[in-house]
C-alpha cells in the first residue's frame, strides 16, 4: 500500500506561483506512475499532470500547459507540480496519485490518493 502526502498549498495572487509536493511511503514508488489531480467547488475532479513510471513522460491538461510542470524524485519519494502563471480557475484542492506502472494518463487506474492541498488564486 502507498501513502501520500500532498503540500505546498496555499494563497496567491493571479499571475503568482506555487510549488506542491507530495511525498509517499510504501513499497516500489519507483515503479509507480504519478499524477496531480485537481477538483473545484461544485465541479468533478479533473487531471492536472502525469509523468509516466517507465521513462518520465509527462502529460499535461491543456489548461495547464505552458503553466504547470510535474516533476518526480524517486530517491526522495516525491512528486512535485511548479504552477506558475496562476488563474483564479486554477483554485482547486490539488491531489497526487499513483497508478502502478502506468502511463500518467487521464485515463490510468489510480488506486492510492493523497488527502489534498486547497490552492486559491485571487484575482
Known amino acids: 500500500q502507498v501513502q501520500l502526502v500532498a503540500s505546498g498549498g496555499g494563497v496567491v495572487q493571479a499571475g503568482g506561483s506555487l510549488s506542491l509536493s507530495c511525498a509517499a511511503s510504501?513499497?516500489?514508488?519507483?515503479?509507480?506512475?504519478l499524477g496531480w489531480f485537481r477538483q473545484a467547488p461544485g465541479k468533478e475532479r479533473e487531471f492536472v499532470a502525469g509523468?509516466?513510471?517507465?521513462?518520465?513522460?509527462?502529460y499535461y491538461a491543456d489548461s495547464v500547459k505552458g503553466r504547470f510542470t510535474a516533476s518526480r524524485d524517486n530517491a526522495k519519494r516525491a512528486v512535485y507540480l511548479q504552477m506558475n502563471s496562476l488563474k483564479p480557475e486554477d483554485t482547486a484542492v490539488y491531489s497526487c496519485?499513483?497508478?502502478?506502472?502506468?502511463?500518467?494518463?487521464?485515463?490510468?487506474?489510480?488506486?492510492?490518493w493523497g488527502q489534498g492541498t486547497q490552492v486559491t488564486v485571487s484575482s
Open positions: 496519485a499513483v497508478e502502478a506502472y502506468g502511463l500518467g494518463r487521464p485515463e490510468g487506474h489510480y488506486r492510492y
Open positions: 510504501g513499497p516500489a514508488f519507483s515503479s509507480y506512475a
Open positions: 509523468i509516466s513510471w517507465r521513462d518520465g513522460s509527462l
